[in-house]
C-alpha cells in the first residue's frame, strides 16, 4: 500500500474571579497608576502592567479586555453600555490605521491602560494609543518567509498576550517571542518547533500564572502536536504536553504527558502512525479555569486525515479532537473527553472554549461550552469533564445523535466513507472554524459564526505521503446521488454549491437550541463580541461590520471597510468613553482555496479601526483595483505536459493560489518565460514574500508542466473576461 497541518498592586479588598464563569461584584480594576493618581503621588506609567490578579479581576475591569476573550472565563463580554441598543446610531469610526499587507488579518486587539497591542499578519507586532490610533510602536519578527508553504491557512496570527511589562508573539515559523510593552525591543525568544518540520504558530499566547502557554500548527501537512509552557521573565520551557505518542521504539519523552501517552492514549494507535506525526496539534483554544486550577486545551485532528492510513482504521486515537485537562504549574493531565473518536473529517477541538455558571435542571453548573468543527455544541463539566448535553447547532448528518451516557457519537452509515464517496456535513472547514464566538449572560445565549459547508469524501486508493505538504489520504470528487443530492453530476454540484452558507446563531445552551439565527449566502462570517448595552458585534466577508440586538437578533447598524472581517471584535473604555475596536483583512483557508467575485480585483491592505459615539473619521477613499488580465504566452505544450501540470497544479497549487487572498496564478507574467517560472517554482526567487521553492517536491519538467497548464486556464480565464455580455 502507498501513503502519499504587575500590574502588581491590587486593593486587598478585589475578589478573585472563579474562571468556569463565577461572577464577582463590578469593582474596577485599580492599577498602580491609578493608585498614584487617587493618592496624589504622581507615578510613571507602567506599560504591560499585567498579572494574575488583574487577570482574575478581569470580568470587573470594564476600562480593559486584558487577554484574548477579555477574561479567563473567554466569554467576550463585556458589561459596558454607554454603545447600546438605543445609541447605536450615533456610533461613528474614531480612528483608524491601514497595515502593510493584505493578508490575512485575525487578530483581537489587547487593551491596557489606554494602549492597544494587536499582531498583524506574518506575526508583527504593533502598539497604539487606543483613544487616537497614534502607532507607539512596531515589531517585525523577520519570519523565515518560505515557512508561509508550511501554513495550511495563510500567514495569519490571532493576537498577543500581556504580562508584566512584556508582550508575547507566536511567529509563523515556530517563536515564541517577549517584547518590551513600552518599546517593543524584543526581551527574548524561544525556537518552540523543529523548524525543519512544517509547524507553523498563528494561535495567541495565554497568560496564566506567570507561564506563556503556546501551541502550534500543521496537522494536515504532517507533525506530531503539543502544548508548551514558557516562563514568562526568563523563556525557559516549563513544561510540554504531547497531545499524541511519540514512536513507541523512542521510548517516553521526557515530558508531561509521559504517563498519559503511555496509559491512555498508545493502546488506542494501530498502524505506524508516527510516520506523519499523528496530528493533534493545539492551534487556538487555551483556556484557565481558576476555579478548578486547570488548562483546558483544545486539541486537532489527525494526520493524515483519513483514519485508515493513520492507524489502520482501528482506534480511538486519543487525544485527537479532545478537550484536555491539565495541571498549569506541571502539565499534568487531569481529565479529557474526546468529541470524535477516530476522527476521520478534520474535525478539531481547537474551536473556542467558553467557560461559564449555567443552571441546568436546577442546579448551578460550572461548565465549559464548545462549538467545535463537528456541528454539536457541548455543554462539559469542569470539574471532571463529564459531558452534560450534545445538539447540533448546525445541520450535520454525520451522527445521528451524541450518547450522554457514553459521551461518543451514534455514527450514521458510510459517515467514514468506507463504501464509497460520501458528502459530509460538515465538511472539514466545519460547523464553526476559529472565529471567536460570545456569550452574554444577561440574554444567556452564545452567538457562533457557524457555516454550512460540505464536502466529499473518498477513500484515496493511490495515496501517497508528500513530506511537508498537504497529507489528507482523501479523494475529494463529485458528490454521489443522496437523499440531499438528485440528478446529474453537475446538478448535484450545484446543489452541493448552493448549500454553502453562513450563519449568525443565537444559541441557548442550557435549551440547546437556537433563540434565533441570521442566514446569509456566505460562510466564513467575522467572530462576535457581545456587551451589556443588548448588543452582538460582528464582521462579515463583503466588508460591512455589523451591530445586532443581543436578544431578538434584529439588524440596528453597519459599516462598509471595504474589506472582509474574520478578526474577533473588543470593547474598551478610555476617559470614560467606550471604544469598540476591530481588524480588518480577508484571507484564511478560505480566503486562499476557494474563489469568489473577489478573484478579479487586489485585496485592499488590512486595517485596525476604532468606533465610539459621535465618531467623525473617514476610512482612505477606497477605489478598486483590478487584478491584471491574463496574458498567457502563445507556446504549445503537448497533451502530456497538460496532464501532469493538472495534477501537479491541484496536488500543490490549488490550497493557496485559487481564492482571492493570494495572487491567481492564471494571471501571473511570470507562466510566460520558463526562466522566469523555474526561478520562482524551483529556485525560489519569491521565499521572501512566502513563495517557498518547490525543489523536493517538483522536477524541472514538472514545474514546466504546471505553467503550461497554467497557461492553459489563462487563455480560457481571457476568453472568458473578452467575451461578450
Known amino acids: 500500500m502507498k501513503q502519499n497541518n504587575k500590574l502588581s498592586l491590587f486593593l486587598s479588598a478585589l475578589l478573585l474571579i472563579g474562571a468556569c464563569g463565577r461572577k464577582t461584584e ?279 486525515w483519513n483514519h485508515r492510513y493513520r492507524s489502520n482504521g482501528e482506534g480511538d486515537n486519543l487525544f485527537l479532537s479532545s478537550i484536555l485537562a491539565l495541571d498549569p504549574d506541571t502539565g499534568a493531565y487531569k481529565w479529557h473527553y474526546q468529541a470524535s473518536p477516530g476522527e476521520t473529517w478534520d474535525y478539531t477541538n481547537t474551536q473556542q472554549i467558553t467557560l461559564a455558571e449555567l443552571e441546568i435542571d436546577g442546579e448551578t453548573r460550572k461548565v465549559l461550552m464548545q462549538a467545535p468543527k463537528n456541528g454539536f455544541f457541548y455543554v462539559i463539566d469542569c470539574k471532571e469533564g463529564k459531558l452534560i448535553s450534545a445538539e447540533p447547532y448546525v445541520y450535520q448528518n454525520w451522527a445521528e445523535r451524541i450518547d450522554l451516557e457514553t459521551g461518543r457519537p451514534v455514527e450514521t452509515a458510510n459517515a467514514r466513507y468506507l463504501d464509497g464517496p460520501q458528502m459530509v456535513l460538515p465538511g472539514g472547514i466545519g460547523g464553526h472554524a476559529w472565529h471567536p464566538m460570545s456569550f452574554n449572560p444577561e440574554t444567556g445565549l452564545v452567538y457562533i459564526p457557524a457555516m454550512t459547508v460540505p464536502l466529499v469524501y473518498a477513500h484515496n486508493h493511490d495515496y501517497e505521503i508528500h513530506p511537508g505538504r498537504w497529507n489528507t489520504g482523501v479523494s475529494f470528487t463529485d458528490p454521489p446521488a443522496s437523499a440531499e443530492l438528485k440528478g446529474a453530476p453537475e446538478e448535484r454540484r450545484a446543489q452541493m454549491q448552493a448549500m454553502q452558507k453562513g450563519y449568525l446563531v443565537a444559541w441557548d445552551p442550557v435549551k440547546q437550541e437556537p433563540r434565533w439565527t441570521i442566514e446569509r449566502d456566505w460562510p466564513w462570517n467575522g467572530g462576535t463580541l457581545t456587551t451589556g448595552g443588548n448588543l452582538v458585534f460582528e464582521g462579515l466577508p463583503n466588508g460591512e461590520f455589523e451591530a445586532r440586538s443581543a436578544d431578538s437578533g434584529k439588524a440596528l447598524w453597519s459599516f462598509q471597510s471595504h474589506r472582509g472581517i474574520m478578526a474577533g471584535p473588543a470593547t474598551y473604555r478610555v476617559d470614560g468613553e467606550q471604544y469598540v475596536a476591530v481588524l480588518g483583512g480577508y484571507g484564511g483557508s478560505m480566503g486562499m482555496a476557494t474563489p469568489d467575485d473577489r478573484n478579479r480585483f487586489v485585496p485592499p491592505n488590512g486595517i485596525v479601526m476604532a468606533f465610539k459615539l459621535n465618531g467623525e473619521a473617514s476610512l482612505p477613499a477606497y477605489e478598486p483595483v483590478a487584478r491584471p488580465a491574463p496574458s498567457p504566452s502563445d507556446e504549445s505544450f503537448t497533451e502530456a505536459q497538460l496532464e501532469t501540470g493538472r495534477d501537479q497544479y491541484f496536488t500543490y497549487c490549488t490550497i493557496c493560489h485559487n481564492g482571492p487572498t493570494n495572487p491567481e496564478l492564471n494571471r501571473t507574467p511570470y507562466m510566460q518565460n520558463a526562466d522566469a517560472w523555474r526561478a520562482v517554482v524551483i529556485d525560489g526567487a519569491l521565499e521572501h514574500n512566502g513563495m517557498a521553492n518547490f525543489r523536493d517536491y517538483l522536477s524541472n519538467d514538472d514545474a514546466e508542466a504546471i505553467r503550461a497548464y497554467v497557461n492553459m486556464l489563462a487563455r480560457d480565464l481571457a476568453e472568458r473576461e473578452t467575451a461578450p455580455q
Open 26 to 304: 463590578e469593582q474596577p480594576a485599580t492599577p498602580t497608576n491609578v493608585i498614584a493618581a487617587q493618592t496624589g503621588v504622581k507615578a510613571p506609567k507602567r506599560y504591560g502592567d499585567v498579572d494574575q490578579a488583574r487577570l482574575s479581576n478581569a470580568g470587573a475591569d470594564l476600562d480593559n479586555w486584558l487577554s484574548y476573550g477579555r477574561t479567563n472565563a473567554e466569554q467576550r463580554y463585556s458589561p459596558l453600555d454607554q454603545i447600546n441598543d438605543e445609541t447605536i446610531d450615533e456610533l461613528g469610526l474614531a480612528w483608524s490605521v491601514e497595515l502593510d499587507t493584505n493578508r490575512g488579518q485575525e487578530a483581537t486587539p489587547i487593551i491596557v491602560d489606554g494602549v492597544m497591542y494587536i499582531s498583524t499578519a506574518w506575526s508583527k507586532v504593533m502598539a497604539l494609543d487606543a483613544a487616537t490610533g497614534k502607532v507607539l510602536w512596531k515589531f517585525d519578527p523577520e519570519n523565515i518567509g518560505a515557512k508561509a508553504a508550511h501554513a495550511c491557512c495563510d500567514v495569519v496570527n490571532r493576537g498577543v498576550a500581556v504580562w508584566n511589562g512584556k508582550v508575547f508573539v507566536g511567529t509563523i515559523d515556530g517563536r515564541l517571542i517577549a517584547l518590551d510593552a513600552a518599546t517593543g525591543a524584543k526581551v527574548w525568544e524561544k525556537i518552540t518547533v523543529d523548524q525543519e518540520k512544517p509547524y507553523t504558530i498563528t494561535m495567541a499566547p495565554r497568560a496564566v500564572k506567570g507561564k506563556i502557554i503556546i501551541g502550534n500548527s500543521g496537522a494536515e501537512l504532517g507533525v506530531r502536536g503539543y502544548v508548551s509552557a514558557y516562563d514568562a521573565e526568563s523563556g525557559e520551557l516549563v513544561w510540554r504536553f504531547y497531545t499524541v505518542p511519540g514512536n513507541p521504539a523512542d521510548g517516553p519523552d521526557g515530558a508531561a504527558s509521559d504517563d498519559a501517552l503511555a496509559e491512555l492514549a498508545l493502546p488506542t494507535w494501530h498502524g505506524e502512525w508516527w510516520t506523519l506525526g499523528g496530528g493533534g496539534t493545539v492551534w487556538d483554544s487555551v483556556v484557565y479555569d481558576e476555579a478548578f486550577d486547570q488548562l483546558l486545551v483544545g486539541v486537532g485532528n489527525g494526520a493524515p
